[in-house]
């Protein structure tokens, strides 16, 4: 059974930096693709980012394009994503999410079924 379990979330002041990380276990992490969404209160759950098996390939929405940083560490089996110059318009629901395929496709939102907790960005101003 693929488990994801997200940490790192919190309270932020807008120009900050935050780490989040999701460990993954229940199947060979670096067989598959991993990314993270992100839902707004409101909103529907978007694709921010993802990143291929090996690490090589990485996607970014626009809206986090030259800010954030997506990262793996398969050794640890777990994926990272590195949040800097935070807007307020970050405030969120951030959620790990595993792909179900073998091959990498950057921004396939369907491929990801299997998905952490979700943990809480919030970026004051």
């Known amino acids: 059974q693929v488990q994801l379990v997200e940490s790192g979330g919190g309270v932020v002041q807008a120009g900050g930096s935050l780490r989040l990380s999701c460990a993954a276990s229940?199947?060979?992490?670096?067989?598959?693709?991993m990314g993270w969404f992100r839902q707004a209160p409101g909103k529907e759950r978007d694709l921010i980012s993802t990143i291929s098996q090996s690490g090589s390939m990485t996607y970014y929405a626009d809206s986090v394009k030259g800010r954030f940083t997506i990262s793996r560490d398969n050794a640890k089996n777990t994926v990272y994503l590195q949040m800097n110059s935070l807007k307020p318009e970050d405030t969120a629901v951030y959620y790990c999410?595993?792909?179900?395929?073998?091959?990498?496709?950057?921004?396939?939102?369907?491929?990801?079924?299997?998905w952490g907790q979700g943990t809480q960005v919030t970026v004051s101003s």
């Open positions: 999410a595993g792909s179900n395929a073998r091959y990498y496709s950057p921004s396939r939102s369907t491929d990801y079924t299997y």
């Open positions: 229940g199947r060979t992490f670096s067989s598959y693709p």
